[in-house]
């Protein structure tokens, strides 16, 4: 996320404090564009030493925080800069779970589905959420808002985004049923390696208990999973 070219933007519209960009920020752009105080005033810090933008009042007696910044004709620049660069790149997402799952190894998939179970829900709960402020942000009135357009537009990208990461999450939980029940070779774990009772033991309790999940999932989803089309994917 480019929060330094967040702010020139606002501030190109009109001077403003930084306390007020960081609501003026996910007003315009959505809530993947929150950011903390101390994000906020590094980032205005360092505009300001860059020189891309400047204080226009000084503060009275108590009140050192409250400054006004504008966007300077070298921050524009920097703006057009940014605006200009091509092509736009994409950008894929490094998912810390998708650690957790490839590292897990054969005896630790339950817990493995534990945490895609979790995951399933938090995306759940934030899809409804955004899904809903998006259904709040009105295009109708007297006057047609082109914020409030392109503030749908932004919430429509995090809503895609989720829908598709709970298709993801789908595709996984198939996945690592499908996995439990092959007789595999795991990285470090290799058929050749003698492997001790404690360790057959262990991994058959671990097959047992994701099976039994996977059981508990079906009976909540008549359609089953997706079939072996998808495991090779």
């Given amino acids: ?7 020139l933007g606002l501030l190109l519209d009109r001077p403003a404090y930084p306390y007020q960009l960081a609501g003026q920020l996910e007003d315009r752009l959505g809530p993947a564009w929150q ?20 204080r ?14 504008r ?7 920097e703006f057009e800069r940014f605006f200009e660069q091509t092509p736009e790149k994409v950008r894929l997402c490094r998912r810390p779970l998708i650690l957790k799952l490839a590292f897990a190894g054969p005896d630790r998939l339950p817990e493995a589905l534990q945490k895609l179970d979790d995951y399933e829900r938090e995306c759940a709960a934030r899809l409804k959420e955004i ?9 109708e009135g007297p006057l047609l808002r082109a914020d409030h357009m392109l503030l749908r537009l932004s919430l429509s990208a995090d809503v ?12 996984a939980r198939e996945m690592l049923s499908w996995l439990a029940g092959r007789d595999a070779v795991w990285p ?10 404690m360790a057959r033991r262990r991994r058959a309790g671990a ?17 089953g999973p997706a079939g072996p089309s998808a495991r090779g994917a």
């Fill in 188 to 197: 470090g774990r290799e058929r050749s390696d003698p492997e001790s009772e």
């Fill in 56 to 69: 226009v009042e000084q503060p009275s007696a108590g009140e050192s925080e409250r400054h006004v910044f």
């Fill in 160 to 171: 895609f985004q989720l829908e598709g990461e709970l298709r993801w999450a789908a595709h």
């Fill in 131 to 139: 899904a809903g402020r998006r259904e709040q942000v009105s295009g």
């Fill in 1 to 7: 996320m480019s929060a330094k070219h967040a702010l």
């Fill in 207 to 223: 097959r047992k208990q994701l099976f039994g999940r996977m059981a508990g999932t079906d009976k909540d989803d008549e359609d």
């Fill in 71 to 77: 966007v300077t004709d070298a921050g524009v620049g």
């Fill in 35 to 54: 950011v903390n105080s101390g994000q906020l005033y590094q980032t205005v810090k360092g505009l300001e030493k860059d020189g891309l933008i400047e």
